[in-house]
């Protein structure tokens, strides 16, 4: 085993019982991310990249269910962890940034109350050394005025500030591992690119890893090590940003990048035709199949297995299986 | 310089909380005005409807034997001679002078009467509030607990049926089974025969007992409450369980609940603090309409029970046409009806500081 | 040279009255849109561009200022605008969500404004009139017609919401943020069929955004707006080599992209800080000067005009009013 | 937040535990009190304690335990001479001079004199409510000649002037006097004590108000000083409980906590009672008789075939045997025991074939066969006696029998009274008990039948019959006994003729209680006159409690 | 075009059978639809179903007053001797009647009034309306009714008028709040820029989006009007005896209570087992609608 593996994710299957039936979501997901390493992961909404983050934390919704597969923390299974280990994880070594900061913060605590109770369920500290740690949290978000934040409701603060209060949750102590779930989907332009900097910064300074989970392509090209491309429940390409950017291979990734109108005016794609399958019964086989213009009969019958088509570029792909 | 500073900011904190006081209390006038005109159409539509339905409250008044002369003065005394709109004026100055006028049925003034009998009708109503709100919270927080787990259906079963049986049928079947098969409870009134009621202080008869010391007179009257008060919350604490319990499973789904158990929050700590306080907003609101409401469903509980209380004079004066009566109890519940909603108001205020302020 | 231009706006205002004071959605703002040409308007959230759509399609009465329509003063309530202007205009909304009424069928919501309009006799010729639309944005009539929303996707919808908007041949359409709930992959799909059939309607329209990249692709014009006010208009290709108001530079350099070249044209040296103000208490003189990195003593204090600094391209800020 | 609320919690559950806890202790441990004679009685609330306003069964007999009447009704309902000793009437009979006994003491302590009886009467008569309709057609003037002596003028002769007294209560002038609220709708005399005495008495009877809650209770103890003859073992205190349940007087009855049951029990339930060996029923004429009055004046009832067709078709055994078990048929438009009475008279009974006889005399006969409906005859209950369901249904399903629609309508007592006052509001039938207010028949006969008492609820038959009216104020002013009973057969008669009612039955009071209260009705012992069946002065407890 | 007519009809029949499945998932609302049917095929069978039906009319006979439940007389006979059960089963016939009476005449009337009231809310007929209903809302339902009720003499028909008086504002409540939120919604919107009358929108355009509600609030109201009418009857200011009112039933034989307990408890069970069914279905159609 790699030592310097931080997190792995192998074989991750993971369903939500509902009323209709079962909705198999993942299928197969894995990931590695390596100490101080940034990874990004793209995809199209309801591609399952919310379910892939959550499953690490466990904190999967109650009618979630993980039928299948390891996640490896420092060589620990997650999975397999007991409660008081996954309260020891949750509390000191991962962490997490939700997508939408007004639903993540409950509205009826102040920051204050929320910050104080998190740290000090984590570090048993007293009441002023807490808070004294929840101020530089909110500091080091670049937070103005951290002791107004810090005795406010969430709705007396903006999207922004919510979202940097977030962050400085999400960096109490000395993480080893953040997930950043879609942290700047809901925000105004400039104001994205604020906390989009902010956070980079921070990771950066405290060589911590980083998942940065999110839909706009331009965002992780910009601010990742290594990019994993999830569709329906599946990883199908992944390797080093620069290489997947400039040179994707699965055609889902060629078209989706296709799609990204660009400053520059270029012709416009066509988009994709089609849309995300419905999980409750999904297509067999490559799951893009029928979207794909290269679709062959093989695809609708077997998953395809990944192929690295260059150093760390894998794709999953049968057009590159047979070659 | 510095001590000056000191002092403000001593003082800000101090500022921030009278702040936040004035901010409920302008909230609160805001409602109060609000209802005010609430309450006079309410006077106006029952006023009307109790002076313009066909019925002679004055020969009603006299009683069966009287002279022609007795029925007229009495015409002339409850200002029925007069036209509508005056009646009604007169009314209502009578009212701001707190008076709301002459009871055809007990032959004294209907402010004497509410007096009388509110408090005992707010004390049964308190108790039952508090059988309402332990057990709905009870109920409510094992079901939401156990959320599509046995307890849960247990529990859910049990308020559909809670909700569905009459507060009357309640009350009789209490009656039945808790006072007559096994005599554990009296079966009506306030007071066993023989208690001298303790002298009228406050006229809650629970408090004026124990300020006259007479405990055995306590727990007699305690005695007394107790079947009617749990027949009255039963339904509204099946309503209120399953608010609850809705609340809860809905919680269970927020952002928010995985943030605080990503950060590693103990489970026990998450259901009791971080899903508890926001399931129990709307839940506050039900509740305390609920509450009120209670006075409605009094009448029937009372009237059972023959406990001495507001609902049971509202049936009498019902029952015996007198119009004084009938304005004055819709008017008084109406009345606390507001009150109870306001304060409704407050406490999800209180509970949720969206409500009500607003930083500019 | 009057008559080239199909809409006029001049100096609009729209308050609205809340319970926390008076929202000053757009306040001043003057435009022109050339016949045949698309006017693409940008702002975050707050800055009243979709305030300004909705006044122009008459869903609100303007405070005060006028809009012209064909030289027609059209800034009247919606109840005295005659059917005939409601019939010339129409309107693309943002949620696809709430777009559509989800109770009825998709041939009841496309044929409506033919009904109104009483443009069809027969449910037959109703069918084949809602058929066609359907075709023009690439939806197989037998299989939408029939449907609910709720049974398609947010793309669909949305294609439908243009089917309608197109439904009375209208000569001018806005497209309110038409794509900005869609994935990428959706979005191209909907931008298309909108630029075809604006090439084949040869509509005017004013397209509503807050992305810049998909402005670039599909408009000829751009107004830059910010917390109610014009700060920049320019044809779109002048303002992408020459952006001039420094909350448009910021804007433009807080775009994510894709490739080198894109990298080029984001303005060097300008970051995006601060918080977007609030519409109820804006700043005091240019709105933007609490943001500005060049803001000086006048910026607090005057609000700088609207200057054409070359042929089209307008600007408004004290920098360029010295020249 | 977690702790507070367990807190909140916990302390819900102690309260709650706590509260059983209580009501086990209770149950076995009852709350320990002085042993006194206890007599309590169930009664229906309204109760007016005052004298010039109630007038109800309940008040009446408040009035008989707290005041004096002048005369008080012996057995049978013969008048005593009380705080009247003796009187003298003037030949035309428009004098009387009344001698105060003396000696009686008011609840206060002062005596009884003639100006207190001088002020009852004004104050009666001032009010207009309660019985002040006895008097004020008659009295002109009441003055007091000395202490002991009243003077009372009256505008015309007055036959049963001396029984009528036994409805004037003696009040204590200063007492009243000096509870007037000011201003009130009686000029200088202000309320005339009517709020004050609402909750309080000031009479010289034999018990004196302890306690009185609207709605719930009157509490009388013992006045130690009463004048009057008093049994040995009579009640240290009578508690008059408002009951409205049945249930509940069932319940209070078997746990002995209750000495005499209200006067409305269902037969059901005095039934069931009846099989405990420690209860006893007592059953003893109220002074009272159930009718079906019809209203005269109203189609199809104006036409006496019709009249007597439903008089004919009417089950009188079902309602005697199984409604009001106990209860003789009435033979008259009065009471038989009632002094006056007639018990001689022709009588109506169930035979379908004479009721279809009449029926198809009447004019209304065709219309009536071809659409019933067009006909329908309203018969309207009073709520307050649920025993009137079973009879107007009953009657109901015999009119059916014969081809009339009934409709059956429950009303309110007092609405009831309402609707009586207008001869167009009147409904076609209406069931009502009747009590003579004063031992005798013509008492009856003026209130049911005089065409002044049409618009009262004492008469919906509307009779309005001069002949009648005639008989009837000539019978009432004749002063012998005698002739004056002869007169009032007359009347009986004429009565009959007409057929304006239903004369179902004698009404007897049913009470249950406790064997170890000794009523006078349980030797046969009864008045007739409402109010004086539970008299405090003859009632025996033979245990404390 | 028949292709299409079954295209529309087959997407129809989808609808349905995702309420139904909706509907059915839980076997609570099927009780309830279970208990609801049964009570309507009660009411509307009655004649026929019930064992004496004549004893729903002028009926008496006291020989066989106030029998235990047996064979002969499942659940007993009252005072008058007419059996329990056969007024039970008229009873939910009255039961019904009053609460369709009341819902046919509040319905129709406090949805107009509400959507009315939601579309101008900005205006003063909108502001009208409700505070015309916030008068009606602003004590508990029973107390006005009983109120209006004992000022009318009591009639079933009264009773009826007395309870619709105080039910319309809450369906001009939800109507209200229902439309003024779709208002705000785009569709409605685009149907006014288009062109489209306000009548068209509030009937055509919000309505269908209020159905689901009303419809669920119809269900459940079922068994809250039949509630008030038995606590109006209950207090004595319902239906004429001897109509088989249930509320009436079980005050009349409270009396009896604990004697002859099933004259009242009977009818008291069929009381709350028909808002039990009604409560149980309603909560069925909006899982139907919201699910």
């Known amino acids: 085993m790699d030592k310097d593996i931080l997190l792995e994710v192998k074989n991750l299957h993971v369903g939500y019982k509902t009323h209709i039936g079962i909705s198999h979501v993942l299928k197969g997901v894995h990931l590695t991310v390596h100490k101080g390493e940034r990874i990004g992961v793209i995809g199209e909404s309801g591609s399952g990249k919310t379910t892939t983050m959550k499953s690490i934390l466990r904190i999967l919704p109650s009618n979630g269910m993980i039928k299948e597969g390891e996640i490896f923390y420092q060589g620990e299974n997650i999975l397999e962890m007991k409660y008081e280990e996954l309260l020891e994880l949750r509390r000191k070594k991962i962490s997490m940034i939700f997508q939408d900061p007004t639903s993540a913060l409950n509205p009826l605590f102040k920051i204050g109350q929320l910050m104080l109770d998190i740290i000090k369920h984590s570090y048993n500290l007293e009441e002023s050394e807490a808070k004294e740690m929840a101020l530089k949290a909110l500091r080091d978000a670049a937070l103005p005025d951290p002791e107004r934040v810090f005795d406010s409701y969430p709705f007396q603060l903006s999207g922004g500030m919510r979202q940097r209060v977030c962050i400085a949750l999400a960096l109490i102590g000395d993480r080893e591992l953040i997930i950043a779930d879609e942290p700047t989907t809901n925000l105004d332009v400039t104001i994205k690119a604020q906390v989009l900097n902010l956070l980079t910064k921070l990771v950066r300074e405290r060589n911590v890893g980083w998942i940065f989970v999110s839909q706009a392509l331009g965002a992780v090209r910009e601010n990742v090590d290594r990019v994993y491309v999830m569709y329906a429940g599946n990883i199908i390409e992944w390797g080093p940003t620069e290489k997947v950017f400039s040179n994707p291979m699965h055609p889902y990734t060629q078209k989706l990048l296709e799609c990204v109108p660009k400053l520059t005016g270029t012709e416009f794609s066509k988009g994709i035709r089609g849309r995300i399958p419905n999980y409750f019964n999904p297509p067999s086989g490559c799951r893009f199949h029928p979207r794909c213009d290269f679709v062959m009969d093989e695809c609708k019958k077997t998953f395809p297995e990944p192929v690295e088509v260059e150093t760390g570029h894998f794709v999953a792909c049968n057009l590159y299986r047979r070659r | ?360 | 040279m009057e008559n080239e231009y199909i809409l006029k706006i001049q100096n609009l205002k729209k308050y609205f009255e809340t319970p926390y004071g008076t929202v000053r959605a757009v306040d001043n703002i003057s435009l022109k849109v050339r016949k045949g040409t698309t006017m693409g308007l940008v702002g975050e959230s707050g800055s009243g561009k979709s305030t300004t759509g909705h006044v122009v399609v008459g869903l609100f009465p303007p405070t005060s200022g006028k809009i012209f329509f064909k030289n027609k003063d059209i800034s009247v309530p919606l109840e005295k605008r005659s059917k005939e202007l409601k019939k010339d205009i129409q309107m693309v909304f943002q949620d696809p969500a709430s777009s559509l009424n989800p109770k009825k069928i998709i041939r009841d919501i496309v044929g409506l404004p033919l009904k109104v309009h009483k443009m069809v006799q027969t449910k037959e010729e109703l069918e084949e009139k809602v058929a066609k639309l359907l075709e023009m944005v690439e939806l197989p009539p037998e299989d939408f017609m029939y449907r609910r929303p709720v049974d398609i996707g947010g793309g669909e919808k949305q294609a439908v919401s243009i089917a309608r908007a197109i439904a009375t041949n209208p000569s001018f359409v806005i497209f309110d943020e038409p794509t900005s709930a869609l994935d990428v992959s959706i979005q191209a799909k909907i931008i298309n069929s909108i630029l075809n059939i604006q090439r084949k309607f040869r509509l005017t329209s004013l397209f509503i955004t807050h992305d810049l990249s998909l402005m670039r692709n599909i408009s000829s014009e751009v107004t830059i707006m910010y917390l109610g006010k014009v700060c920049e208009i320019a044809p779109t290709d002048v303002f992408f080599q020459k952006p001039l108001h420094p909350y448009t530079q910021m804007l433009l350099s807080s775009v994510p992209v894709l490739t080198k070249e894109e990298e080029e044209l984001k303005p060097k040296g300008i970051k995006s800080i601060g918080e977007i103000g609030s519409p109820i208490h804006p700043p005091s003189g240019c709105r933007f000067h609490p943001r500005c990195p060049y803001a000086k003593e006048i910026c607090k204090k005057k609000e700088p005009r609207l200057i054409e600094v070359e042929p089209g391209h307008f600007v408004a800020c004290h920098l360029y009013a010295e020249k | 937040m977690n702790k507070k609320l367990l807190a909140a919690i916990s302390v819900i559950v102690v309260i709650i535990i706590v509260i059983g806890v209580l009501a086990a202790v209770q149950s076995t441990q009852k709350p320990q009190a002085e042993k006194k004679r206890l007599l309590r009685i169930g009664f229906s609330w309204p109760t007016y304690i005052d004298p010039a306003v109630g007038s109800d069964y309940s008040s009446s007999t408040a009035f008989t335990n707290l005041y004096d009447p002048l005369i008080f009704p012996g057995e049978k309902g013969v008048p005593k001479p009380w705080v009247a000793e003796s009187w003298e009437t003037s030949p035309d009979g428009l004098t009387w001079r009344l001698h105060i006994k003396q000696g009686i003491k008011f609840h206060s302590g002062d005596e009884l004199k003639a100006e207190d009886v001088v002020f009852s009467f004004q104050r009666l008569l001032t009010i207009g409510k309660g019985y002040a309709y006895l008097f004020t057609p008659y009295i002109d003037s009441v003055t007091a000649v000395d202490d002991y002596t009243v003077k009372v003028t009256l505008k015309k002769p007055y036959g049963p002037f001396v029984a009528a007294m036994m409805r004037v209560y003696v009040l204590d002038k200063d007492v009243v006097m000096q509870h007037i609220k000011k201003p009130g709708p009686y000029g200088d005399n202000g309320d005339y004590g009517t709020d004050w005495l609402l909750t309080h008495d000031a009479g010289s009877g034999p018990y004196k108000v302890k306690e009185v809650v609207l709605e719930d209770h009157v509490y009388m103890t013992r006045f130690k000083d009463y004048w009057g003859p008093m049994t040995e073992n009579a009640a240290d205190e009578i508690h008059m409980l408002s009951l409205a349940q049945p249930a509940t007087e069932k319940t209070l009855l078997t746990q002995k906590q209750l000495e005499i049951s209200s006067q409305w029990l269902p037969e059901e339930t005095i039934d069931a009672l009846a099989k405990e060996n420690y209860l006893k029923v007592a059953a003893f004429p109220g002074g009272d008789e159930f009718y079906i009055m019809m209203h005269t004046k109203k189609p199809p009832l104006d036409d006496i075939h019709v009249r007597k067709a439903i008089a004919y078709a009417v089950d009188y055994d079902t309602i005697v045997d199984q409604i009001f078990p106990g209860n003789p048929i009435a033979k008259g438009p009065v009471p038989s025991y009632l002094p006056g009475a007639d018990p001689n008279l022709p009588t109506y009974y169930r035979d379908l074939d004479k009721a279809m006889e009449e029926l198809q005399k009447s004019k209304y006969w065709p219309d009536i066969k071809n659409n019933p409906n067009k006909y329908a005859i309203d018969f309207h209950w009073i709520a307050e006696v649920p025993a009137e369901e079973k009879v107007a249904i009953m009657v109901a399903q015999n009119l059916q029998e014969i081809g009339l629609k009934v409709n059956v309508v429950k009303v309110p007592w007092l609405s009831v009274v309402e609707e009586m006052a207008n001869i167009s509001t009147s409904p076609h039938m209406v069931s009502v008990f009747v009590s003579a207010h004063y031992a005798e028949a013509g008492s009856l006969l003026e209130s049911r039948y005089h065409s002044k008492s049409a618009d009262t609820w004492e008469q919906n038959e509307w009779l309005l019959n001069e002949t009648i009216d005639q008989m009837i104020e000539d019978a009432l002013s004749t002063i012998d006994t005698n002739e004056r009973y002869q007169e009032y057969a007359e009347i009986q008669r004429a009565i009959m003729e007409l057929c304006p009612s239903i004369f179902l039955f004698d009404h007897m009071l049913k009470v249950v209680h406790q064997d170890y209260v000794k009523l006078p009705q349980d030797e046969g012992y009864y008045t007739g006159v409402m109010g004086y069946d539970f008299d405090g002065r003859l009632i025996e407890v033979l245990s404390t409690t | ?291």
């Open chain 5, 1 to 291: 075009m028949s292709r299409a007519t079954i295209l529309s009809e087959w997407w129809k029949t989808l609808e349905l059978k995702k309420k139904w499945y909706n509907f059915s998932r839980s076997p609570l609302s099927l009780i309830g639809l279970i208990i609801s049917l049964s009570t309507i095929i009660l009411a509307i069978f009655a004649p026929w179903i019930a064992p004496y039906p004549e004893h729903a009319g002028f009926y008496t006979d006291f020989e066989h007053a106030n029998l235990p439940p047996s064979w002969q007389h499942l659940f007993g006979t009252d005072e008058f001797g007419r059996d329990v059960l056969s007024r039970t089963i008229f009873g939910f016939r009255y039961s019904l009647m009053m609460a369709a009476v009341v819902l046919t005449l509040v319905v129709p009337a406090g949805v107009i009034l509400g959507l009315i009231a939601g579309y101008y809310r900005e205006r003063w007929i909108g502001k009208l309306i409700m505070r015309i209903s916030d008068i009606f809302i602003a004590v508990p339902p029973l107390v006005l009714a009983l109120s209006v009720c004992s000022l009318l003499t009591p009639s079933a028909f009264h009773a009826m008028m007395a309870v619709s008086l105080m039910w319309w504002p809450w369906y001009t409540r939800l109507l209200y709040n229902v439309t003024s939120s779709i208002k705000e919604e785009y569709f409605v919107y685009a149907a006014k820029v288009t062109g489209a009358s306000s009548a068209h929108i509030m009937f055509k355009e919000i309505f269908p989006n209020a159905m689901g509600a009303v419809l669920t609030k119809i269900t459940l109201d079922v068994g809250w009007v039949i509630l008030l009418g038995a606590s109006l009857s209950f207090v004595g200011l319902g239906a004429q005896p001897p109509t088989p009112d249930l509320g009436t039933m079980v005050s009349d034989g409270a009396k009896f209570l604990p004697d002859y307990w099933w004259i009242s408890m009977f009818p008291a069970l069929a009381i709350s087992y028909i808002i039990l069914g009604f409560n149980l279905l309603g909560d069925g159609i909006k899982d139907a609608f919201e699910g």
């Open chain 2, 1 to 360: 310089m510095f001590k000056y500073i000191l002092v403000i900011n001593v003082k800000s904190k101090i500022v921030r909380c009278v702040f936040k006081m004035r901010a409920i209390w302008k909230y609160v006038g805001k409602r109060v005005l609000y209802v005010i005109p609430t309450l006079i159409g309410l006077s106006i539509f029952i006023f009307i409807l109790s002076r313009v339905l066909p019925g002679d409250p004055a020969l009603m008044a006299a009683g069966p034997n009287a002279p022609k002369w007795v029925v007229e003065q009495i015409r002339h005394q409850l200002r029925l001679d007069k036209p509508l709109w005056e009646q009604y004026y007169y009314w209502l100055v009578d009212l701001f002078h707190g008076d709301l006028g002459y009871s055809i049925y007990t032959k004294r003034s209907v402010t004497v009467d509410v007096v009388e009998y509110l408090p005992a009708s707010l004390q049964l109503i308190f108790l039952a509030a508090l059988f309402e709100i332990g057990g709905a919270l009870a109920l409510g927080i094992i079901s939401g607990r156990y959320a599509y787990k046995l307890p849960d259906n247990m529990v859910r079963v049990l308020a559909y049926i809670g909700i569905s049986v009459p507060s009357f049928v309640w009350g009789l079947l209490f009656q039945l089974i808790f006072a007559s098969l096994i005599p554990l409870f009296p079966s009506h009134g306030m007071y066993s025969y023989g208690t001298i009621s303790p002298p009228r202080v406050t006229g809650f008869s629970l408090i004026d007992s124990l300020i006259a010391g007479q405990f055995d007179t306590f727990v007699d009257i305690l005695w007394h409450m107790v079947l009617p008060a749990f027949a009255l919350s039963l339904g509204a604490m099946a309503q209120d369980a399953r608010i609850i319990r809705a609340g809860m499973v809905d919680t269970l789904q927020k952002d928010h609940v995985s943030l605080v158990r990503a950060y590693g929050i103990p489970e026990r700590t998450i259901f009791s603090k971080y899903i508890l306080k926001p399931s129990l907003v709307p839940a506050v609101t039900v509740m305390g309409m609920d509450i009120a409401s209670l006075l409605g469903n009094a009448f029937m509980v009372e009237m059972i029970f023959q406990w001495p209380g507001f609902s049971r004079y509202g049936i009498n004066v019902m029952l015996n046409k007198d119009i004084n009566g009938i304005v004055a109890v819709v008017l008084v519940i109406g009345i606390i009806f507001a009150i109870a909603n306001i304060l409704v108001d407050v406490v999800v205020a209180y509970l949720d500081p969206r409500i009500g302020r607003r930083s500019a």
